[in-house]
């Protein structure tokens, strides 16, 4: 969780969704991140050999980071679209949370959908829902595809598109308006 300006805070304590999992599915580590932060969460040591936390991140309480002096430095960079609108002028504190809202309340809709489809039967994080459904999506064969639930085609591409434009998510980044049913 990001810059501590009394805006971005105000903003950050309603939202999380760059620490609940819904933007990312982890958060890089330095090894000095680590020694720092061994006891709070499991490290996972990823193939190429970096350090990371998995994502919701046992940090988050739900409204903000226990661990915020310590925490990592990816997290101390970080800044989401919605901060950087804020900082530029552009947003107003008051819209931007509207608009966090706005879209939780599209993710917590969203990731429901999924979960319940989801084969693995197992709870996921949106992040994750979302890949997966991609993933998922891609497998079909074509008349499969046009046979899928339109609404839902819609939502999640209207949370995708929210995510990519807002939040700098990159893998939504090209995401492109959706089509209504
Ligand atoms: S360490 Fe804190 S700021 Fe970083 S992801 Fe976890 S809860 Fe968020
Ligand atoms: S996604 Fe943006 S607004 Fe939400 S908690 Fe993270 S930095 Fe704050």
Known sequence: MPPISEQASRICSHCGLCCNGSLYSAVPLTPADRSKLIAVAEVLVEANGDLAWLQPCAAHDGSGCTVYDRRPLACRE????????????????????MLVSQVKSLAQSVAARLS??????????????????????????????????????????????????????????????????
């Not at 679209?81 to 819209?95: E, I, K, Q």
């Not at 819609?154 to 929210?162: F, N, P």
């Not at 990159?170 to 209504?180: G, H, N, V, Y």
């Open 78 to 97: 970080y800044q989401c679209g919605v901060l950087d609108s804020v900082a530029a002028g552009s947003l107003s504190a008051g819209d931007a949370v």
């Open 116 to 181: 319940a489809i989801d084969t693995q039967q197992q709870p996921k994080p949106l992040y994750q829902l979302l890949n997966d459904f991609d993933q998922h999506v891609q497998l079909l064969d074509p008349a499969a595809q046009r046979a899928m639930d339109p609404a839902l085609l819609l939502t999640v591409g209207t949370l995708k598109m929210m995510l990519g434009k807002h939040f700098k998510v990159l893998e939504f980044a090209d995401e492109q308006p959706p089509q209504s049913p």
